[in-house]
């Protein structure tokens, strides 16, 4: 199983990216986005599970990030819109099955991780 994420980059203050995330090999229920800004921990972001009825977003992006799946092709987008300077972080998918609402922000609920692709707002 593998997850390859893809389309970070670098970007003006209120521009917009959208990461891609797929999953091959396995299908999952659950999708999550986390990102670890520099020098910082690894935090939550947004989550998808059960094939994509009930999205999850952290205060911090809630608003401006919409996270939505293609369940055909095991994809999992992240659109970013209105991006900020604390928005720069790298950013990783992660997957899993069973994950419950209580615990969609603990990476520890999902199996498996991508690489991470960096995103860099500039001010």
């Known amino acids: 199983v593998q997850l390859q994420a893809s389309g970070g980059g670098l970007v003006q203050a209120g521009g917009s990216l959208t990461l891609s995330c797929e999953a091959s090999g396995r299908t999952f229920s659950s999708y999550a986005w986390f990102r670890q800004p520099p020098g910082k921990e690894r935090e939550f972001v947004s989550a998808?599970?059960?094939?994509?009825?009930?999205?999850t977003y952290a205060d911090s992006v809630k608003g401006r990030f919409t996270i939505s799946r293609d369940n055909l092709q095991n994809k999992v987008y992240l659109q970013m819109n209105s991006l900020k300077p604390e928005d720069t972080a790298v950013y990783y998918c992660?997957?899993?099955?069973?994950?419950?609402?209580?615990?969609?922000?603990?990476?520890?609920?999902?199996?498996?991780w991508g690489q991470g692709t960096l995103v860099t707002v500039s001010s």
């Open positions: 992660a997957a899993g099955n069973g994950v419950i609402l209580s615990s969609v922000t603990f990476p520890s609920s999902y199996n498996y």
């Open positions: 998808s599970r059960y094939r994509g009825a009930y999205p």
